[in-house]
C-alpha cells in the first residue's frame, strides 16, 4: 500500500506536524508527499526519512496551497494511493474534506492511532471518548494529530522529487494576502512546554506577565478561548477543542478554569500544572501539580526561581 501525504509548510520550511503525518503514514506503507509551491521545501521533503518520492506541484496556482486547486489535484493524483493523509491543522482541514467529497468518501479527521489499514482511532466528544473507526471506503482520506505521532527525522531520506502537472479546478478563490503572526517562539503545537493563560489574567497587558517565565523555558505560549475573546491575545494562541490541540511534555495553566471544551485541547500533557485561586476550578482534576493562589504573585516567583 502506498500513502500520499500533504506536506503543508510555512515560510518555506515544512511544518512539524507534516512530518507527524509522514509517521503515522509510514505505518500505512510507503510514503510519497505532495509539496504544494516551493522549490526549496520539495527538496527538503526529499531528505525526509522514509520518503520514497516527492511529488512538486510547481505550478503557481499551488503557490499558496488553496483548498480548491489542491483538492483536485489530490483527486488527480488519488488513483495510485490507497491512503491520502494531512496534519489536521489548518490547510490539512481546508484541503483534504473537499478532495473526499470529490472521490466520494468519507473523510477520518483527527486521527491519534493506526490500527490497520482501515481502521483508525480518533477522539470524539470533545476528547471524551475515543472512536474506532473501521472505512470500507476504498480510498481513505485522514487528518492526523501531531500530537499522537513523532516528527519524521528530516535528514537520512534521498526521495526522487517528480514534477507534477497542473489540473484544472474552480477558480471561485484567489489568494489576496497573508498575515503571519510573527514569533520566535517555538509553534504551539509541536512545543515541548506550553504557559497558558486565561480569563484570570485580566487584560492583554497583564498577560505579559506570562513572558518572561515562557522566555525562561523556551516555551510556546497558549491560552484559553475567554483569553483569546476578551482581545488578551490573538486567536491562534487558543488551546481547545475549536483551537489548538497540543500534548507537550509541560502544560502550565495560569488563571484557567479548566472547562471541558479547554481540556480538551490538553489534557493529553505529559505533565500539567496548573495554577487559579479557586481550589474548586476543574482544571485540578487533570493537573498532576497544583498551585492554589494569586497567579500575580505565583508567576514572577516562578520566574524568579527559574533563574
Ligand atoms: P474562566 O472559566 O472564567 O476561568 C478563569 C479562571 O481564572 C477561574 O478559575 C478563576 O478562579 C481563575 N482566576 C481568576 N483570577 C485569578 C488569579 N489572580 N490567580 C489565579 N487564578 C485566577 N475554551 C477554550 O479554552 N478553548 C476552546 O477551544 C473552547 N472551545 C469552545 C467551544 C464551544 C462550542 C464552547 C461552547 C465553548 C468553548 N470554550 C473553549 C469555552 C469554554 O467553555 C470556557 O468558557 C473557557 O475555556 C473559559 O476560559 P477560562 O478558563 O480562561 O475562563
Do not use: C
Amino acid at each position: 500500500m502506498t500513502a500520499l501525504v500533504l506536506l503543508d509548510h510555512e515560510d518555506g520550511r515544512i511544518r512539524q506536524a507534516a512530518l507527524s503525518a509522514v509517521t503515522a503514514a509510514a505505518k500505512l506503507g510507503d510514503v510519497h508527499v505532495l509539496v504544494a509551491g516551493d522549490d526549496a521545501v520539495a527538496q527538503e521533503a526529499a531528505k525526509i526519512a522514509g520518503v520514497s518520492k516527492v511529488l512538486h506541484a510547481a505550478d503557481a496556482r499551488y503557490a499558496h496551497e488553496l483548498a480548491e486547486p489542491l483538492a483536485a489535484l489530490i483527486v488527480s493524483l488519488a488513483g495510485g494511493y490507497d491512503h491520502i493523509v494531512a496534519a489536521a491543522g489548518a490547510v490539512g482541514k481546508n484541503v483534504l474534506p473537499r478532495a473526499a467529497a470529490l472521490l466520494d468518501v468519507q473523510p477520518i479527521p483527527d486521527v491519534i492511532s493506526i490500527v490497520d489499514g482501515d481502521t483508525f482511532v480518533r477522539p470524539i466528544y470533545a476528547g471524551n471518548a475515543l472512536a474506532t473507526v473501521k472505512s470500507s471506503d476504498t480510498k481513505k482520506v485522514l487528518t492526523v494529530r501531531s500530537s499522537a505521532f513523532d516528527a519524521a527525522a528530516t535528514e537520512g531520506g534521498s526521495a526522487p522529487v517528480e514534477t507534477v502537472a497542473p489540473v484544472d479546478s474552480p477558480a471561485v478563490s484567489k489568494f489576496e494576502a497573508v498575515h503571519l503572526s510573527e514569533s520566535e517562539r517555538p509553534e504551539l503545537e509541536s512545543a515541548r512546554v506550553v504557559v497558558s493563560g486565561g480569563r484570570g489574567l485580566q487584560s492583554e497587558e497583564k498577560f505579559h506577565i506570562l513572558d518572561p517565565l515562557a522566555d525562561k523555558l523556551g516555551a510556546a505560549i497558549g491560552a484559553s478561548r475567554a483569553a483569546v475573546d476578551s482581545g488578551f491575545v490573538p486567536n491562534d494562541y487558543q488551546v481547545g477543542q475549536t483551537g489548538k490541540i497540543v500534548a507537550p511534555d509541560l502544560y502550565l495553566a495560569f488563571g484557567i478554569s479548566g472547562a471541558i471544551q479547554h481540556l480538551a485541547g490538553m489534557k493529553d500533557s505529559r505533565v500539567i500544572v496548573a495554577v487559579n485561586k479557586d481550589p474548586e476550578a476543574p482544571i485540578f482534576q487533570v493537573a498532576d501539580y497544583g498551585i492554589v493562589g494569586d497567579l500575580f504573585e505565583i508567576v514572577p516567583q516562578l520566574t524568579e526561581e527559574l533563574k
